[in-house]
């Protein structure tokens, strides 16, 4: 038996906990026997993989002090923790490492979340007996900043959930939003997330008959909680929405913005490529390794280079059209199965036959 750290059923199912689930989800298709151990205060609710709830504590404590105490009592049975960190103490644990974003800019989350994690962080994936990570660029990070041999170090990319994918023919859901023209943003409101200076390109445009929408909502581990200043008619911060109400949103959209100043991987872009929506991303490291040659790239720390591709691809109908055909190609390189394969492979390389 393995088993996975469920604290990611304590959130919701977005970003690094939908890739989670959705990495359970897949494990269970392809036939492994898996247990997702999950806190006590945890949805309970019908999951296509099967769950165990233990536990009394909550957030880091459960996982240092519960999720220990129950894996020591499993024979040191494999323990993979697809959404971060796991119980610094338990060994036979394989934990992923998304970015390092907490490293590289502390300045952008607050004190207590930066220390937790830069003295966590090392100690874990030292002990570990593999670390799990999402694209080249950030097993470079971990190989730099973390000083952990390469060969220790396997990428298990993401992909892009069945629900946030279109369904043939299926009949569009009413939302009145479909009448405007809009550029999308979608993402937690982070600092890294450059929603400031994207706001401020996209104002500069003067573009009346079209609307900025942004998607997502703000997290208690960023230093700066707000947004930014601007009250304007034609910026629209719709929260959190539905996945379903999301695909739509994609499929809509003029395009989807996304100049970010880090990434490890960026699962929004792709999430727009399978919906034909074309893409303005930053020019960074991992969004070119993620990208390829389906996106519009600009210079995240220039205003003037984030307005100048919005405008590209507002005035390009040309431009838009191949866009949208390179990024529908582009997903086919990620896929849930080819992830869950992956971790197959390791699994059996270490005798987890």
Known sequence: ???????????????????????CRALCRSGREITVVAPAYAPRKEYPFPVEYYGKRKSHLWEQVDLYRFMKGKNNALLISFSGLGPVLYKNHW????????????????????????IVTPILVRRAVAVLTVSQFSKSEVIDLLKIKEDKITIVSNAVSPKLCPKPNEAEQVISDWNER????????DQR???????????SLNQEDVKLYIVGDSGTVFKEKGLFDFH???????????????????????????????EGFGLPPIEAMANGCPVLVSDIEPLREVCGDAAYYCDPNDTASIAEGMKALLTDDRLRKDLK????QQIKNYSWEQSAQKIQTLLDKTGYL
């Open 1 to 23: 038996m393995i088993y996975i750290n469920g604290r990611f059923l304590t959130h919701p199912i977005a970003g690094i906990p939908r890739f989670s689930y959705e990495m």
């Open 95 to 118: 934990p992923t490492i998304h970015d390092l974003s907490f490293w590289r800019h502390p300045e952008w989350f607050s004190f207590s979340y930066t220390l937790f994690y830069r």
């Open 182 to 189: 809009y550029v999308l943003m979608v993402s937690a409101r």
């Open 193 to 203: 997330k450059n929603f400031s200076r994207t706001a401020q390109a996209f104002l």
């Open 232 to 262: 304007h008619p034609s910026i629209k911060l719709l929260g959190r929405i539905s996945d379903e109400a999301l695909s739509h949103y994609y499929r809509h959209a003029l395009l989807f913005a996304y100049p970010s100043l880090y």
């Open 325 to 328: 055909e390179k990024g529908l």
